[in-house]
């Protein structure tokens, strides 16, 4: 028994060798390395699931505590004086976990560059940029990046005309529309308004809070075509 | 068809330990030689602790001896041929409590290469002869002490074995139960059945062995048949008494 | 072959009646229908959060079962006796250790399958039809499983200890999502005394990130067929390996 065993087990060791052989040699997705995962607050936490193999549950996990922190109300004016300094770092946090989290890049992207709190368009580039990397199938992060290129030259009709041709992708974030819906009331084009906070309504049935601010939205965009335009 | 169905020859068991750089030996069984012949009733008598169900192990390839030959219906063992014609009844009923006793023997009907197309009607049949049908069901762990041993029996049984052994199996039993035994020992015997028990009830041991073997301290220290204790009461406890000495540390009882 | 099928018939059986089992079983269901709940959170990606909440759970569970069963598997039977019954019949002892194992793995894959189809049923409720890849992925948790379970027992064996077998095997659980790590460390060392070891160490467990296509199932370009194989033929291998060493150690083992 003990030498037959002893040579079935030295056997199936080669063939388990060369089956490992095999799969390094087929691609395998493999995440960032552990090393690039962002220090912060949340580290232990992200090593824990990490080291358990977990890492798109940690990867939503992180996505959980962006959001709360990204809808922190008023907004968190950190040591820096900057209003949501971490914000950059929590959205690379969450698409270090998962690089393949696609609207995890484009809320943060968007919220960096177009959310008149933030104001940060290098910081938001970055992380198209590393989206793109990991993403280049996913053409909305392009799309942002030219968005954002219209927006340091100063042209708005174009950078507007690209975010809307994001409105219809299923994971254009509601934070993206909401502020293309800002934008276009900021200029007066209700209308234009309006149809985005519909979108908002129809395609965000699972973002509640977004779902109440589209209503409120819409009933303010309402009265004011009802006063007149601008 | 040999003649002798165990023969022990030179057998012995020595258990090893070692723990932190220390080592210890313990003799169970030293020297053994020992031959039951086919359709013999023989009793392994002695102390806790003298050898038996070493020895027994031994005999069923569950351990192996340190030295020495064992051969069982003259094949060398382990051997799973002569496995299959053995029936083992252990001293504790050693049943998995999680499983009923219908599905135990299905399982040990399994084991016995019993084909599948006989193994119900043998299962059932087993369990009406040892008195078990109607508890047949229940959970192991639910069983009394008897009704473990019934099923033990049953398992033991179940393939029809050449040779039986049985350790210690009126120990714990009421007196109906050990009746019970005794009638099935002979029942065996007349059937031209090999058994093997294992006792330290001399009373038992005298009604119904052809032979007994007194073990003390892991040797054997006398064999005697059944015309050495027939007829003389007292006598093979006498024998018994004169052979063995205590291995467990316990003293002599002082009377006077 | 009879033999093993009734060992493993009766392991299965038997360990579905364990109490722990059950009570673990149900705490997964519980987990599963939290996952619902905490998913809330999650806004627009609720959906990913209750797909990802629920694998995770389905491989937490599966994986306490299968090595809390298998790190008791044997020693049990042989501390209670049970296993002298068995093999004092015409059983060759590697068929024991097979059909002790098949059965229980065949246990934990059931825990598994009904959590899975309680998570998908949850899922379609959603609107969500990805059953392809989503069975892929409880396949490659199912074989995690396998490995996680091959490896409880053999350690089981050789260290006669269900607490170190369990620590050791939970310790080689989060090793194994290493091993990329340990091999980049050993390239990178100039010490041969750190090198060889760690290498060795990275050959020798199991490479587990290979078996999280659940993390990785949208990748572009993801994985294709001949890496199914490829890792089938691992994930065979590996068990075969430890349940050979595990059939070697208990040969030599008394009863």
Redesign the interface.
Known sequence: MSRRALAAAALCAGMALCAGAGLRASSTPRFPPLSQLVRGPFQAQDLQLSAMGLRAAAADIAWVQLLQYAGGEPAPTEESGRRYSRLKDMTLRVVRLDPRFQRAYAFGAAMLAWDPEVQRPDEALDILQEGIRNNPDYGLLRLMVAALAYKKQGDMPRMVGLLESSLDDPACPSLMKAILANIHKERGEYAAALAVWENVLANGRDDASYQERARRQIDVIHRLMEKGPK | MPSIAIRLKGVAKVYRRSHLGRSTQTVAVSDLDLEVAVGEVFGLLGLNGSGKTTTIKIILGLQSATQGTVEVLGRPMPDLETLAKIGYMPEAACLNPALSGREALRLFAALSRIPSAQREKRVDQMLERVGMASGADQRIAEYSKGMLQRISLAQALIHEPELVIMDEPVTGLDPLAIKEVRALVLWLKARGKTVLFSSHDISEVEQVCDRIGILSRGKLARVMRHDEWAGRPGGLEDAFAGAVARADGVGELRLA | M??L???A??SF??IL??KTYLVVLLFGLILLGGALI?S??????????II??G??TG??IGLVLAVFTSVNLILRELE???V???????????HYILGRFLGAWAAVACAMALMAALHLGLLALYGWRGAGVYVLAWLCMLAKTAVMAALALLLSLTLSSPAAAMAFTLFL??L???T??MQ?LAERSGSFLIKWPLLLAA?ATP??????Y???W???????A??FL??A??T???V??AL??S??IF??K??
């Open positions: 009879d033999s099928k009734s060992i018939a009766c059986k038997e009646r364990q905490v809330v959170l999650a806004q627009q990606e609720r959906l990913r959060m990802d909440l694998l995770a491989e937490l209670s006796r049970t002298q019954l068995v093999l004092a019949h015409p059983v060759p002892r590697s659980w989060l194994g999502h290493f990329a790590e980049f050959f490479d587990l990130a290979r078996f999280d659940r993390d990785f949208n990748a572009a370009p993801g994985p294709d001949p890496w490829w890792l033929l691992y065979a291998a590996y075969s390996t050979a060493l059939c070697q040969s030599q008394e009863v």
